[in-house]
Nanobody, 126 residues
Framework: QVQLVESGGGSVQAGGSLRLSCVAS???????MAWFRQAPGKGREGVATMNSDGHTNYRDSVMGHFTISKDNAKNTLYLQMNNLQAVDTAMYYC?????????????????????WGQGIQVTVSS
């Protein structure tokens, strides 16, 4: 069982930056990791994934201004979010798969992830 705890959310003005962190209760160096988000009234959507070998994938709308990274020594996953816009307002969730490789459609398959954090709010005002 892996427990995930997110931090770093909050409120920011459009154009600002935030860095989310996700600390795992055990090593996740051999797990596909991901960030998802869910806005009010919408479904959960994948933001970024990272394979155990460091390969990353992003949804088109965040490519170039969000960066997923991890520090295996600290069991921590990060999401650096730059140039935030109102459309990025959502609850953000950290997720871990049981497997080292991320599925090709992982960004649209939250059911592929077995472990989830409680979520953290990001609010961007325009």
């Amino acid at each position: 069982q892996v427990q995930l705890v997110e931090s770093g959310g909050g409120s920011v003005q459009a154009g600002g930056s935030l860095r989310l962190s996700c600390v795992a209760s055990t090593s996740t160096s051999h797990n596909c990791m991901a960030w998802f988000r869910q806005a009010p009234g919408k479904g959960r959507e994948g933001v970024a994934t990272m394979n155990s070998d460091g390969h990353t994938n992003y949804r088109d709308s965040v490519m170039g201004h969000f960066t997923i990274s991890k520090d295996n020594a600290k069991n921590t996953l990060y999401l650096q979010m730059n140039n935030l816009q109102a459309v990025d307002t959502a609850m953000y969730y950290c997720a871990a798969s049981r497997f080292p490789g991320c599925m090709a459609n992982a960004l649209s398959a939250p059911s592929a992830f077995a472990y989830w954090g409680q979520g953290i709010q990001v609010t961007v005002s325009s």
